[in-house]
């Protein structure tokens, strides 16, 4: 048994080394074959990435989900539809896309605060507020302290406060040893990245290279961190009642029930509010931009007509 147990560590230890290897030197590789895009705009002191593209009367800008490897490639398809009658601006948040990292505790104050900052750089004052998952508990900070810029806010399957499960400790010292031992690149490896045909050959090989790169760093982890934290604070909050909501929402969600019951409670808390349920997996914008983006503009022209 001795010697069994000596050998199976031996191979292990070897298959770890092996994997350690790889990620170093595989990291060094691709991080030259990163192709720059958007602009990047100096906030506390660190570099944030955006892109704004397109034209219109209106701006929307679009705040990402978790851990997105990269905002402006992840929204590429939503935000090719949309730019074509407004301004959209994607801020990619510190630590996410081609943003720089940030010694800064990943609370729901300080990325509202560097996310606006972002946005003041730009000139960008009023807008049109678009998000997925986390962005909706970011939101309601966000239009909470800038009430004055923000006309309205669309979700996309965007989190809720008093969702269940969200009071986990995640393992983030076990994450943090997983990406440097190089299993995080080799289990991404077997799961085979985007596989969405709306995205093209070298946006997918980007995100790829991107997620190697931005998961489970210092960044990530600590917003991780402070996922429980975020959602405790968030609990009893909520938007704006004369702030128009749109909520697009997966229609059955296997793992929570209510789901759609809890988004519905949200819209019918403020005096304008509309759920739109689509089915699929929570990254609805990866297959439904033409319905979210067609159902905006007839949103949006709903509430055009309804002022004059």
């Known amino acids: 048994m001795l010697v069994a147990a000596t050998a199976v560590g031996a191979v292990l230890a070897v298959g770890l080394a092996t994997t350690t290897v790889v990620n170093v030197v595989a990291s060094e590789s691709e991080s030259h074959r990163i192709a720059s895009y958007g602009e990047r705009v100096t906030v506390d002191g660190g570099q944030l990435n955006v892109l704004v593209t397109g034209s219109g009367p209106e701006d929307i800008v679009l705040l990402p989900g978790f851990g997105t490897s990269s905002p402006v490639l992840d929204f590429e398809p939503l935000v090719s539809d949309l730019a074509k009658d407004h301004r959209v601006i994607v801020v990619e948040p510190f630590g996410y896309g081609l943003s720089d990292g940030t010694g800064r505790e990943r609370t729901t104050e300080n990325i509202v605060s560097e996310v606006h ?76 990245g985007y596989g969405e045909s709306v995205y093209s050959d070298h946006a997918r090989e980007q995100m790829g290279i991107l997620s190697n790169r931005n998961s489970a760093t210092p960044t990530y982890l600590n917003e991780m961190n402070h996922i429980r934290t975020n959602f ?77």
């Open 117 to 192: 900052s972002a946005l003041e750089a730009l000139e960008v004052d009023r807008y049109v507020l678009m998000g997925h998952s986390i962005a909706g508990i970011y939101g309601i900070e966000y239009a909470a302290r800038y009430p004055e810029e923000v006309t309205a806010f669309v979700g996309i399957d965007t989190s809720v406060p008093g969702q269940p499960n969200m009071d986990t400790q995640f393992p983030t010292g076990l994450l943090a040893a997983a990406k440097n031992l190089g299993l995080l690149r080799l289990v991404a490896a077997a799961g085979g």
């Open 232 to 308: 405790e604070r968030a609990l009893g909050t909520g938007f704006p009642k004369d702030l128009p909501l749109l909520l697009f929402v997966v229609s059955d969600n296997a793992k929570n029930p209510d789901w759609l019951d809890l988004h519905k409670r949200q819209a019918s808390s403020v005096s304008d509010g509309t759920v739109v349920p689509l089915p699929g997996d929570h990254y609805l914008h990866h297959a439904h931009s033409p319905e979210i983006a067609g159902k905006f503009r007839e949103w949006e022209a709903g509430r055009v007509s309804a002022s004059q």
